[in-house]
């Protein structure tokens, strides 16, 4: 065994004297910390006020079509279906693929939206008690927010007036 080549090979058990610090980056902090407690922002929607609800059953789609009363201007028509419950108006927003992508669509239900919020919170412009739904053509993509605003105030005008007398507003 004497004359045996190994493959380990002779190392010092010592530790190595300590060379240059790691180089790590300074901190993006302002040196004497934050002037404010600091939150994490939120993710997703605020909350909603409650002013405005979703309409969640199928059954209330069936009825919009069935018995509601409509409207249209341009490029938008507007279903309502009137009810005595009290509660919050419930909207609903029908945009089909032929109206563009996938963006484009969420893009113009967000400006809905905002109008009908807008629109809520005006004196002059309440929503009444009751489901509507916002249906929407292709060419609603080129209309400015303030004429989309505008087209939606005429259509639930146009359907209050047509609205059966003795239904809650």
């Known amino acids: 065994m004497a004359g045996e ?3 380990e090979a002779d190392l ?3 530790r190595a004297e300590a ?3 790691p180089r790590l980056p300074a901190p993006d902090v302002h040196p004497s910390g934050a002037g404010h407690h600091q939150q994490p922002t939120s ?3 605020r909350p909603a006020l409650g002013v405005i609800w979703r309409i969640r059953d199928r059954t209330t789609f069936v009825e919009l079509r069935r018995r509601g009363v409509r409207a249209r201007i341009g490029p938008l028509a507007l279903s309502h279906l009137a009810d005595d419950l009290g509660q919050p108006p419930r909207v609903g927003y029908a945009i ?3 109206v563009g992508s996938a963006v484009v669509r969420n893009r113009v239900r967000r400006r809905l939206q905002a109008g009908v919020a807008e629109l809520v919170s005006t004196a002059d412009h309440r929503l009444g008690s009751g489901a509507y739904l916002i249906t929407v053509a292709p060419g609603a993509t080129a209309l400015s927010f303030g004429a989309l605003k505008d087209h939606v105030a005429a259509l639930v005008d146009q359907v209050e007036r047509r609205a ?4 809650d507003r």
């Open 5 to 7: 080549a190994t493959s």
């Open 12 to 14: 010092s058990t010592e």
């Open 19 to 21: 060379g240059e610090a």
């Open 43 to 45: 993710e997703g929607p």
């Open 96 to 98: 089909g693929r032929h």
């Open 164 to 167: 059966p007398r003795g239904a």
